[in-house]
């Protein structure tokens, strides 16, 4: 069997977080997200207009999915795209400003991208970034 075409890309992103509300309002209030979907209070479904990113309250007593309650769930980063390479430097400015934890500086790298990595509040890394195949082609 053949490989099916190409998809559409990876848009979607589901976190579970401790600090729902407060991992809310990083992504609206800093990052310029919208609250798309809210089907009850320990989920939303943000996006920015071409993506979706799921935030889930996190639950010890044993809700969890298996991989999740067994630490199983291998994350490294989540990433959003800028469109021009000097925003880089204004969005972490920003971030600065609003006291988000910066873990990286912005930085080029061998490929001509630029990026900056920081910690939403439940403490998942986000990267921003221009990266040169897909910036400014939304």
Known sequence: MQRPSRTGGLRHVALFVEKLEDCVKFYTDLLG???EW???ADNY????????????RWSS????????RGGGQRLDHIGFIIDKIDD??????FLVENKVQI???PKTHRDGARSFYCADPDG????VIFHPPIS???
Do not use: F, R
Request: charged share 20%; hydrophobic share 45%.
């Open 45 to 56: 479904y943000l996006t920015s207009g071409n993506d979706n990113l799921a935030l889930h």
């Open 61 to 68: 007593d044993g809700s969890a999915p298996a991989a999740v």
């Open 136 to 138: 400014g082609k939304a």
């Open 88 to 93: 880089v430097d204004v969005w972490h400015e």
């Open 124 to 127: 998942t890394l986000v990267q």
């Open 103 to 105: 873990l990286k500086a």
């Open 33 to 35: 997200m919208e609250i």
């Open 38 to 40: 809210q089907p009850d």
